[in-house]
């Protein structure tokens, strides 16, 4: 059973940065390079939104709200999954979560990340 863990989430001011990680683990069989990875988030009181994505290829896509400041990243050889967050602001506190695909879905519990002066 694959199981994933959101970590390095916090409070930061605008205008700041973050790097979350998604660390996978109990993949067997198939590699977690053929799964495709997502990044979503959900403020409070609002659904759950996809902010990014990356392939099996290494091919990217990202929500509007955040193209040109958020990079989302893999290392296959670390079963990881990054998300690199500049020039935050108040409108990306939420709590992000981790989604791998393949077959079927697979969600980490997520990590609380609060933008506030």
């Known amino acids: 059973q694959v199981q994933l863990v959101e970590s390095g989430g916090g409070l930061v001011q605008p205008g700041g940065s973050l790097r979350l990680s998604c660390a996978a683990s109990g993949i067997s069989g198939i590699p977690f390079s053929e799964y495709t990875m997502e990044w979503h988030r959900q403020a409070p009181g609002k659904q759950r939104d996809l902010v990014a994505v990356?392939?099996?290829?290494?091919?990217?896509n990202y929500a509007n709200s955040v193209k040109g400041r958020f990079t989302i990243s893999r290392d296959n050889a670390k079963n990881t999954m990054y998300l690199q967050m500049n020039s935050l602001k108040p409108e990306d506190t939420a709590v992000y979560y981790c989604n791998a695909k393949l077959f079927q879905d697979y969600w980490g519990k997520g990590t609380l990340v609060f933008i506030s002066s």
């Open positions: 990356i392939s099996s290829g290494g091919s990217t």
